[in-house]
Nanobody, 131 residues
Framework: QLLLVESGGGLVQSGGSLRLSCAAS?????????VVWFCQAPGKEREAVSC????????EYADSVKGRFTISRDNAKNTVYLQMNSLKPEDTAVYTCAARGGYTGTYWCSVRPELYTYDDWGQGTQVTVSS
């Protein structure tokens, strides 16, 4: 399976920016995978905020982050990024990346997580936005 490691979280003031990274280790260069970023705030259910297909050609965003967050990937580095701008206190959460993939073509994703099963998960990185 895929080993995923998140980084880039931290403490910022409202209106600030962070760039999260999800670095993946691959057993072979031909493995393709889609990635979804989840967030979970204290006392709340986990929610998907953004995802990107294995090719990078398709992305989705939750309504709460549209226009503020941008997901991208650099396949040469096996890394998916989440650029977070105009951060709000309600963005405070643990952010975790998850992946699904294989060798049979394009792997899609959705911010509706019930549509897919994600087999590989990172450990999470804390994002705190102060007011």
């Amino acid at each position: 399976q895929l080993l995923l490691v998140e980084s880039g979280g931290g403490l910022v003031q409202s209106g600030g920016s962070l760039r999260l990274s999800c670095a993946a280790s691959l057993s072979t260069a031909r493995y393709s995978y889609s990635v979804v970023w989840f967030c979970q705030a204290p006392g709340k259910e986990r929610e998907a905020v953004s995802c990107i297909s294995s090719s990078g050609g398709s992305t989705e965003y939750a309504d709460s982050v549209k226009g503020r967050f941008t997901i991208s990937r650099d396949n040469a580095k096996n890394t998916v990024y989440l650029q977070m701008n105009s951060l709000k206190p309600e963005d405070t959460a643990v952010y975790t990346c998850a992946a699904r993939g294989g060798y049979t073509g394009t792997y899609w994703c959705s911010v509706r997580p019930e549509l897919y099963t994600y087999d590989d998960w990172g450990q999470g990185t804390q994002v705190t936005v102060s007011s």
